[in-house]
Structure formats: structure tokens, C-alpha cells
């Protein structure tokens, strides 16, 4: 079964800084990756994915993920953080039988 | 320690036929409880969510129905399914409205 590892568990950023994490993925054939956010009191929203085409993925808000086949990563960056970024992140891995979350990293953001 | 059951793994149904799916959380108590799902080539969707017995909202109008008849047990039913109902159905928990979601593991139902 594939899994998703998310490396950093808290993160913690003040304004303005860069952010980036980390998400990795053990499944070897085609898949569709996600990233996903849950702010604060708010339900799972979509941030942004990847099927197939250009590896540098733009979502909402100012992020970005980059899908590196050779190291199975799909790692999220935003060059300038805000407080109202603070939020827990989940990347997630989906093929058409299975889908893996990895366990999500809290970023909280220091005005 | 907190685990999440999502019950069946894969399932094939024909069209017009019911459906149930069911989700347990053990080792706590009053979780917020969610029902998604992933269609092909889309995102995770919101279905419904709890937070509590007899409390259920529903996020979009669809075919489907969720019940919650104990605290930590929750459950997805239809009862005549449709050919658009196929895809990934994820269930959730989370200790509050705030607080981190835990996902299950998933049932892949298809529709024929």
C-alpha cells in the first residue's frame, strides 16, 4: 500500500518568511497528489494538485508544489508567509483504488 | 490511542441498489465525524459532517444520506445508488472543529 510522510510535524514561521514542506510518497505508479489545508475552526480545503503536465503546480493564496518523480516528492512553498496562513497542511496521494494523507504539519505563523 | 475504521475497503454495486458505509472511532469520545469524497480527477469533497448525535449537515444536495445513531459510529447510505455515485469515500474525525482531521482508510465504491 502507498503511504505519504509529511516530515515536519510543527512548524513554526514568522511574517514575511519562506516556507517550505515536505511531503514524500512511496507508491511507484501514475498519481494524482494534493495538497490540502485546514484552517482553524474551518473545514479541509483544497490548495492545489497535480495530475500530469508541468511539474510546478500554482494553487490558491500564493502556493506552489513541485512534483519530483525521481524522489516521489511533492513539496509545498509559499515565498512570503501571513498570519493568515496558520493552518494544518495535508498532503495527500490518490491513484484510482487508494488514497493516503500523510499526518499533516501545523504551521503557525508569528505576526 | 485513537483509531479511525472505515468498513468496506472496496465495494461493486449495481445501479439502483442501497448502499451503507461505515465508520467507528475508538478511544474517544464526542469526535466531530466527516464523510468525503474524491471523484476521478477531482478533489476531496465535503459530504457531510457531525458534531454530535442527530446533529448532521449536509454540504451538498446528492443522493446520498448520513446517520449517526451512537456517538463514535457514523454512516453513509443511499437508497438507490447512481452511476455518479462511484468514487473514493473517506471518513474523518477530528476532536473538535478546530482540531486536526484523522482520516480512515478509504473505500473505493464502484457503480455498474
Known amino acids: 500500500a502507498q503511504s505519504v510522510s509529511q516530515h515536519n510535524h510543527h512548524v513554526i514561521l514568522s511574517e514575511a518568511a519562506s516556507l517550505e514542506l515536505g511531503c514524500n510518497y512511496s507508491y511507484g505508479g501514475t498519481v494524482n497528489l494534493f495538497w490540502y489545508v485546514q484552517y482553524p475552526g474551518q473545514h479541509l480545503q483544497l490548495l492545489l494538485k497535480?495530475?500530469?503536465?508541468?511539474?510546478l503546480v500554482k494553487g490558491i493564496k500564493g502556493f506552489e508544489a513541485e512534483f519530483i518523480k525521481s524522489k516521489f516528492s511533492f513539496n509545498l512553498r509559499k515565498p512570503s508567509v501571513q498570519w493568515s496562513d496558520t493552518a494544518e497542511y495535508f498532503c495527500a496521494v490518490y491513484n484510482n483504488n487508494d488514497m493516503r494523507f500523510g499526518a499533516g504539519t501545523r504551521l503557525t505563523v508569528k505576526p | 490511542s485513537q483509531t479511525i475504521h472505515q468498513w468496506p475497503a472496496t465495494l461493486v454495486q449495481p445501479v439502483g441498489s442501497p448502499l451503507s458505509l461505515e465508520c467507528t472511532v475508538e478511544?474517544?469520545?464526542?469526535?466531530?465525524l466527516y464523510w468525503y469524497r474524491q471523484a476521478a480527477g477531482r478533489g476531496l469533497q465535503l459530504l457531510f459532517y457531525?458534531?454530535?448525535?442527530?446533529?448532521i449537515s449536509s454540504e451538498v444536495p446528492q443522493n446520498l444520506s448520513a446517520s449517526r445513531p451512537q456517538d463514535r459510529q457514523f454512516i453513509l447510505s443511499s437508497k438507490k445508488l447512481l452511476l455518479s455515485d462511484s468514487g473514493f469515500y473517506l471518513c474523518?474525525?477530528?476532536?473538535?472543529?478546530?482540531?486536526?482531521?484523522?482520516f480512515g482508510s478509504g473505500t473505493q465504491l464502484s457503480v455498474l
Open positions: 474523518a474525525w477530528a476532536p473538535g472543529v478546530s482540531e486536526k482531521l484523522f
Open positions: 497535480y495530475f500530469s503536465g508541468d511539474p
Open positions: 457531525s458534531i454530535g448525535i442527530d446533529q
Open positions: 478511544g474517544t469520545s464526542n469526535p466531530n
